[in-house]
């Protein structure tokens, strides 16, 4: 199990950047699939994008595709997000889950019950 704590949330008006960090507690990401998820007000929970346990992969929702670029550094993994939009307004919550034994690359979906642990959230609004 492992700590996972996201940042990087605030306000940004449309058409802006803002990079979510998501970090585990005391440890690092690596060998861990990460992905980030997010949820708007009267909506269900919906999977953006996912980086695969080993980096070799990455997995993104049509809603964000071309926008949003996951990324791993140093056991970190990062979420940018640019050319924003009022829609994209919502909690975002990372997961991870950890990879396979030897140099297999896990490469998980976007739904959610893949993932083992989740961070609290960090709001993201954007202004029209």
């Known amino acids: 199990q492992v700590q996972l704590v996201e940042s990087g949330g605030g306000l940004v008006q449309a058409g802006g950047s803002l990079r979510l960090s998501c970090a585990a507690s005391g440890g690092t990401l690596d060998n861990y699939a990460v992905g980030w998820f997010r949820r708007a007000p009267g909506k269900e929970r919906e999977g953006i994008s996912r980086?695969?346990?080993?980096?070799?992969n990455t997995l993104y929702a049509d809603s964000v595709k071309g926008r949003f670029t996951i990324s791993r550094v140093s056991g970190t993994v990062y979420l940018q997000m640019n050319s924003l939009k009022p829609e994209d307004t919502a909690v975002y919550y990372c997961?991870?889950?950890?990879?396979?034994?030897?140099?297999?690359?896990?490469?998980?979906?976007?739904?959610?019950?893949?993932?083992?642990?989740w961070g609290q959230g960090t709001q993201v609004t954007v202004s029209s």
């Open positions: 997961s991870a889950t950890p990879g396979l034994p030897g140099r297999v690359d896990f490469e998980p979906t976007l739904q959610s019950y893949e993932y083992d642990d």
């Open positions: 980086i695969s346990s080993l980096g070799g």
